[in-house]
């Protein structure tokens, strides 16, 4: 499961989340009055995707800080985690901003109001241009992190929501079709529901202890049962310690004759798994030939 992501200073970093954070703040602030002002609810929605935003960002700022804590007595494994928590916390309220969206959109299908087309347009250009600037911010982090992928994705559907939201605005300056402005509010709930529901099955897997999603485990337990001396291997549990370390935790079965090289086995072992499959943790039970399980489960345990 090689990778190969970009490195960033962690200072570095969180100086452009910071950023993102103060920006997408104003802009929310901006839109609220500007919605109410106009009798906009794609302006409001817009806004309220965009506070979930700051919000996400906020989060995704404090997990990156705790994730860069060292292991201790109660979190043996490091904080590394945080940073999946916080994926999994921004695309649940992607989904819950979508559905009420849904709802607020067919509310105003059964009651349009007056719109001013011009706030609007205005506001929809200031909120694109702060969208693309916090995705750009973000562009180069998301590639090594779960987590700010969450904040790069949240910010990119905000910059194709603004988009949505001045083409509404010129086509109410131009034709004052009313009912414009509730189809661009559910057109963007419909995109911010299929965004969440596709990329949240990653942190959840992750957080259910589930196999690397690119790592092939039957080939990795066969390119160990190929090792000399060894005769199988059982009750394998493949997972994630964070995002980008794959472990592996089973019993090796070792020929009898070849008990007396047992060290030399199980650095070979440990060689190939980091070498040919980038898992660099790995806990290893050994186990004789003759007093082996019988029965085990290839993997897990019953």
Same mark, same amino acid.
């Given at each position: 499961m090689p990778h190969d992501h970009a490195h960033m200073e962690p200072k570095e970093g969180d100086r452009r989340v910071a950023i993102a954070i103060w920006a997408n703040g104003l802009l929310t602030v901006a839109q609220v009055v500007g919605g109410i002002l106009s009798g906009s609810l794609a302006l409001i929605a817009d806004a309220i995707h965009n506070f979930s935003d700051m919000a996400s960002l906020v989060i995704a700022f404090g997990a990156r800080k705790i994730a860069r804590r060292p292991a201790d007595a109660k979190m043996t494994f490091g904080y590394g985690r945080v940073e999946i928590v916080a994926a999994l916390i921004n695309y649940t309220s992607l989904i819950i901003i979508g559905l009420y969206l849904v709802y607020e959109g067919a509310m105003r299908f059964a009651n349009p109001v007056p719109i001013?087309?011009?706030?609007?347009?205005?506001?929809?250009?200031?909120?694109?241009? #702060?969208?693309?600037?916090?995705?750009? @911010?973000?562009?180069?982090?998301?590639?090594?992190?779960?987590? !700010? *992928?969450? %904040?790069? /994705?949240?910010?990119?559907?905000?910059?194709?929501?603004?988009?949505?939201?001045?083409?509404?605005?010129?086509?109410?300056?131009?034709?004052?079709?009313?009912?414009?402005?509730?189809?661009?509010? #559910?057109?963007?709930?419909?995109?911010? @529901?299929?965004?969440?529901?596709?990329?949240?099955?990653?942190? !959840? *897997?992750? %957080?259910? /202890?589930?196999?690397?999603?690119?790592?092939?485990?039957?080939?990795?337990?066969?390119?160990?049962?190929?090792?000399?001396?060894?005769?199988?291997?059982?009750?394998?549990?493949?997972?994630?310690?964070?995002?980008?370390?794959?472990?592996?935790?089973?019993?090796?079965?070792?020929?009898?004759?070849?008990?007396?090289?047992?060290?030399?086995?199980?650095?070979?072992?440990?060689?190939?798994?980091?070498?040919?499959?980038?898992?660099?943790?790995?806990?290893?039970?050994?186990?004789?030939?003759?007093d082996k399980h019988e029965e085990a489960m290839r993997y897990g345990h019953r």
């Open positions: 001013e087309g011009w706030t609007v347009v205005i506001l929809g250009g200031v909120a694109l241009f #702060i969208d693309t600037l916090t995705a750009l @911010l973000t562009y180069s982090m998301q590639k090594g992190s779960v987590n !700010i *992928r969450a %904040l790069f /994705l949240h910010n990119l559907s905000d910059a194709l929501a603004s988009v949505a939201v001045i083409v509404g605005g010129v086509l109410l300056l131009l034709y004052d079709v009313r009912w414009v402005d509730p189809a661009i509010t #559910i057109g963007i709930a419909a995109y911010i @529901l299929w965004l969440a529901f596709t990329e949240i099955g990653g942190p !959840i *897997r992750t %957080l259910m /202890l589930g196999s690397p999603p690119d790592m092939d485990t039957d080939a990795v337990i066969a390119a160990i049962e190929d090792i000399d001396g060894v005769e199988e291997l059982h009750h394998a549990h493949f997972w994630q310690m964070q995002e980008h370390q794959a472990a592996l935790d089973t019993h090796v079965v070792i020929e009898d004759a070849r008990w007396d090289d047992l060290e030399r086995i199980k650095e070979d072992i440990k060689t190939r798994l980091e070498e040919a499959f980038d898992i660099s943790h790995s806990t290893l039970e050994f186990e004789r030939a003759r």
